[in-house]
């Protein structure tokens, strides 16, 4: 027998989007249950857990769930550049101890969550409306009946699609990674590796965890190339182009692998009853594959904004507009214009990137973290171009303006 089960809002996929969502829900006093495919919160690691310190502190993230970050070096070919910066800005993330932290959190506040469940459909009312999901668990049938509903499946957008209302990414990354002891590292130094030794298209890194634990990894834009990123993953581990033939040994613990959208927002992240956050509606920064910090953030607005329209007994699409409108308004420009840089960056040969690297290398650490966070608002440009008046600078800036630009238009 199908068992039912009714709760305000159903939140789909528990990671850092949906147990973010789930807090902001429950918060406001309404009944949440986050349903998870996975035996455990943060079980199978899709992301190298690279984020900002200053977000982490925002989110309440405890220091002892990350490495710090000081200085950021990028290789291409023949090409080095190293941003050194007095502050640690960038954190290296234990990605299992920090969505569980977000999990606890969740559940400290109400919500229920429900492991080893995976949806597998979208349920209508008579009016055709959304009212809740069908799932699976242990090869029982399960049906969650709710008032919203929220998407924070990750790549797959399990409920936008099953509903017809968005369509499965045609560009995206494919990224695979080893959690990996090493003999030597800089614990406060970050490494990222571009050109054709490392990725036909797309670039390799080094994440430092602490003293002699490393993620390695190496990312895929698609369509771009067919190459498998985990076969890459393991060449690069048998070559060991520099800088990993300064790491000594390098013995894998644990193996990641994840996909990542890069095409942008979605054009619409809500429908009657539903809300789209995360990678499920497109919000990361597809340059460097950064999402977790904006999966935070519109996750506790998406359970917020929702959680306030369930109580004021409207939860039409109409009514959910201020979450999307707040959302674009904050990263919409941001992420598009990561978007195009990215396009220009997988079709760069390497003696293109050995002249990006030296165009990189004019910026300050500052300025390169701007970059690389994708904080391309016009008036930062504006500074940046005027301190670089280098015709290539100028050209790579021009991408971004232009792109504020259009989506100021
Ligand atoms: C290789 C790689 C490296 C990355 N590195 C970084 C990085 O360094 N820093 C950074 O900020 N971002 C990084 N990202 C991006 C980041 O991982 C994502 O932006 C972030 O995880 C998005 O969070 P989310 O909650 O939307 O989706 P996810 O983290 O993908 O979570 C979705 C959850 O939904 C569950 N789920 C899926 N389908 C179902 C279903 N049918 N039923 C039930 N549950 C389901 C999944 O099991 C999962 O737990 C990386 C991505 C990749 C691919």
Redesign the pocket.
């Known amino acids: 027998m199908t068992k039912s089960y009714d709760y305000d809002v159903v939140v789909?996929?528990?990671?850092?989007?949906?147990?973010s969502a789930a807090w902001g829900a429950a918060k406001k006093g309404l009944s949440v249950v986050v349903?998870?495919?996975?035996e455990a919160?943060?079980q199978?690691v899709?992301?190298?857990?690279?984020?900002w310190i200053k977000e982490a502190k925002s989110f309440g993230i405890p220091s002892e769930y990350y490495n710090e970050i000081s200085n950021y070096a990028f290789y291409s070919p023949n090409n080095y550049v190293i941003k050194k910066s007095d502050t640690a800005q960038a954190a290296?993330?234990d990605v299992r101890k920090t969505?569980q932290f977000l999990a606890y959190q969740a559940a400290s506040v109400g919500a229920d969550i429900f492991l080893r469940?995976?949806?597998?459909d979208a349920i209508k009312n008579d009016k055709g409306k959304l009212s809740g999901v069908k799932?699976t668990s242990l090869k029982e049938e399960l049906v969650f009946n709710s008032k919203l509903v929220i998407d924070?499946?990750?790549?797959?957008s399990?409920v936008g699609r099953s509903l017809g209302i968005v369509m499965p990414w045609k560009r995206f990354?494919?990224?695979?990674?080893y959690e990996a002891y090493v003999d030597k590292i800089d614990s406060d130094t970050w490494y990222l590796m571009v050109g054709s030794q490392y990725s036909p298209a797309g670039y390799a890194w080094i994440?430092p965890l602490g003293k002699n634990k490393v993620r390695i990894?190496v990312?895929v834009g698609k369509p771009n190339s067919q190459a498998d990123?985990s076969k890459l993953l393991i060449e690069l581990l048998e070559k060991r182009p520099k800088p990993l033939n300064d790491l000594g040994r390098i013995v894998p613990v644990e193996f990641?692998?994840?996909?990542?959208p890069n095409e942008g927002l979605r054009q619409s992240t809500i429908d009657d009853n539903l809300i789209m956050?995360?990678?499920?509606?497109g919000?990361?920064?597809p340059l460097?594959?950064?999402?977790?910090?904006?999966?935070i953030e519109f996750?506790r607005a998406a359970g917020r904004i929702g959680g306030e329209s369930i109580l004021q007994g409207d939860v039409s699409k109409e009514s959910l507009k201020s979450y999307e409108q707040t959302m674009k308004k904050a990263i919409g420009s941001k992420i598009a214009a990561a978007v195009k840089v990215q396009y220009r960056w997988l079709n760069l040969s390497d003696q293109e990137w050995d002249k990006e690297i030296e165009i990189i290398g004019e910026l300050s650490a500052e300025e390169f973290l701007d970059f690389i966070k994708a904080d391309f608002g016009v008036t930062n440009m504006l500074k940046l171009a005027a301190h670089h008046p280098k015709l290539a600078l100028q050209q790579l800036f021009q991408i971004i303006k232009n792109t504020n630009k259009d989506e100021e238009t």
Not at 35 to 38: A, K, Q, S, V
Not at 277 to 281: C, P, Q, R, T, Y
């Open positions: 789909v996929g528990g990671g850092p989007a949906g147990l349903l998870e495919r996975d919160i943060g199978n899709r992301t190298s857990g690279v984020t290296v993330l969505y469940t995976s949806v597998t799932a924070a499946s990750g790549f797959y399990v990354g494919a990224g695979a990674e994440f990894g990312g990123a990641h692998y994840g996909l990542i956050v995360g990678d499920s509606a919000q990361a920064n460097v594959l950064e999402g977790i910090r904006y999966a996750g």
